[in-house]
């Protein structure tokens, strides 16, 4: 085998987005981060509105803290709904 033979080049074959996806660019790295955040924003006010959903007397208070914390989980990352 010579080292221009089809065998020992992995990436021969591959179609070009393929290629690019599994070279671990920039951008595959930001929308890890991004998820990772988001998961962490989602989790971390889950955490804070939960208890306080469980102890609000009012079904209006609780409605209203919902739609505060939906609105801040869909508006601090950028999320355009």
Do not use: H, N
Request: include cysteine; charged fraction near 15%; glycine fraction near 10%.
């Amino acid at each position: 085998m010579t080292s221009g033979d089809a065998t020992t080049r992995p990436e021969t074959g591959v179609p070009q987005p393929v290629r690019g996806r599994a070279s671990g660019s920039d951008r595959d790295v930001f929308d890890v981060l991004y998820g990772l955040a988001c998961w962490i924003l989602s989790c971390v006010l889950g955490t804070l509105v939960w208890p306080a959903l469980l102890v609000l007397p009012k079904l209006s208070w609780r409605w209203k803290l919902t739609r505060a914390a939906a609105q801040l989980l869909c508006g601090l990352p950028g999320y355009r709904v």
